[in-house]
């Protein structure tokens, strides 16, 4: 019924650019916190950016000042611009929403994941 679906990862060098993207399909009615959680292999899956509905964020301190949360909120969508990447930003990178569903009440979601890869 509902899904996350991200777009937007690949390859990129040091020093590059990539815009993520995350939308909410299906039912849903509204959207309170949107966040970017990433995973790197062999460690724990960390929050990189939150924002909430009013367009209040908090970043990773690493990422502070290269990444930038945005959202959406007629399109229940949420977005990661990413600057400056460093061969460390590589990872899966995830989104997480609370999302207002058909049932008529806020839940959590989770999307599949898309990869980033900073390599020269």
């Known amino acids: 019924q509902v899904q996350l679906v991200e777009s937007g990862g690949g390859v990129v060098q040091p020093g590059g650019s990539l815009r993520l993207s995350c939308e909410a399909s299906?039912?849903?009615?509204?959207?309170?916190?949107m966040s970017w959680y990433r995973q790197a292999p062999g460690q724990e899956r960390e929050l990189v950016a939150t924002?909430?509905?009013?367009?209040?964020?908090d970043y990773l301190d690493s990422v502070k000042g290269r990444f930038t949360i945005s959202r959406d909120n007629n399109k229940n969508t949420v977005y990661l611009q990413m600057n400056s990447l460093r061969p460390e930003d590589t990872a899966v990178y995830t989104c997480?929403?609370?999302?207002?569903?058909?049932?008529?009440?806020?839940?959590?979601?989770w999307g599949r994941g898309t990869q980033v890869t900073v390599s020269s």
């Open positions: 299906g039912t849903v009615f509204g959207s309170e916190i």
């Open positions: 997480n929403a609370n999302l207002l569903d058909y049932t008529g009440r806020y839940r959590y979601y």
């Open positions: 924002i909430d509905r009013s367009h209040g964020t």
